[in-house]
């Protein structure tokens, strides 16, 4: 069953997964948020490889940068070479502000950058307007092609 | 104190005779013994090799061990000037002076332009002990002289390197530090947000301090990057007008300037050759202090600036609380601060970093106050760019 969205966290930090699931829930998220822990994990979960054959093809990615196995900007030029995986927005989503993880991202067709922000407030409010924008204001690639 | 015996055993007359390892270049017996002679009534205690030819040469520098080289100009079968360039090849630093019978003015500049020390004249034989001796005690301190210079760039390696090795360790320390961290500050906060008063009192106050720790530590590492970012970022210099950057700063405070009611004024300052931001930078802060150190009245901030010789001097004057002359140097120290926090806010970082960018100019940074009378804060930037090529040229 598919549900409203789905939502793939690619993060190593299982805190920070936590805290995004709390702040989804704070804005009345209403879709279905799933996680990984590398980048490798994160490649196999999108094709739908091994553990992951029964995955849900996810309509947003919040992609950390730095990541074990496969860093975040592996991942992304990976789905944005693959013509099945190219048209899922990511939203890199990293504590970083160096400017050339920033470029380097858009580079490599990141959809959007967003640094983490370190005060709990903040961060809520920046989830809100993730969730609100990406969820609310866009029209999201059709499901099911 | 040395026993009389001792006194009585040492011969009175003789001065300490100097040893000396001789290595001649001289075809002619004869004359040989006459420079040796002349060294030796001159209380040299020589010891000699003579040699005719290259191979000997480079013979008796390896079994001798000369501090000096004597050579003939002209030998039968070898040119004293060789050996120089034996000496050089070996990489020998042996003083070599020529004797030689008649030497036109010309060759002898000639050969010292190539690299003899000197030249003595067969019949001025009573030159060379003096010419020895200066060849020796320059050769010497020639060493003196080079060890210093060794030991110093040694020195000033080593300083750049852990200068270095403390940047590195700063921002990689404070960088690594912020992920944890962020952890700790955010859960805290989850917990006060959602779990306040359904635990107990205590329990309230003992997230909200762990919270408000947290929080603290971040400001402390935030600051403490962007110090540490003053030593490790380029500095993009161009001709800065700081009547601009004071306009500049005046808007950024301008909240808190109407909060008190301050004035701030300025003569008309200099364009300088610097970076905007940095400097930018050190009048905010400067200008932020006097408006939050301020007394009973409202804030008079006056910024001027007059040219001392090669360098700039500006001044920050305020009418606030002034600082203890005990404390004047204090203040400049990172995270020094003399007020409770309660009192006034603020983490002491900011005239650590003006500190960090006038010394990156070559300036200094100064106060001059007294408590309760304000306080002025100077610093000189040192004439630099195109600016300071004018200068020179007027």
Redesign the interface.
Known sequence: MKSMHDLLIVDDNPADIALAREALIACAYKGQVNSVGDGAEALAYLCRRGNYADAVKPDLVLLDLNLPKRDGLAVLAAMKANPELRRIPVVIFSTSQLSTDISRSYELGANCYVSKPGNLTEFFSMMKSIEEFWFGSVSLPPRGE | MSSPATQLVKPASAEPKTQLRALLVEDSEADAELVLRALRKNDFDVSAVIVQDEAGFARALRTHCPEIVLADYNLPDWKGMEALNVLRRQDLDIPMILVSGALGDVTAVECIKQGATDYVLKDGLARLPEVVRRALRDKYERGLRHQAEKDLAKKADELARSNADLEQFAYVASHDL??P???V???T??LS?RYKGKLDENADKFIGYASEGA?RM?VLIHDLLAFSRVGRAEASYSTVDCNEVLEEVRQTLASAIAECAAIVAHTDLPAIWADRTQMTQVFQNLIGNALKFRGKEAPEIFVHAEKAGQQWVFSVKDNGIGIAPEFAENIFVVFQRLHARTEYPGNGIGLAICKKIVQRYGGRIWVESQAGRGSTFKFTLPLQGPQAKEEAHQ
Request: no cysteine.
């Open positions: 912020q992920e961290l962020r952890m500050a955010a859960y906060q989850l947000e929080i971040q």
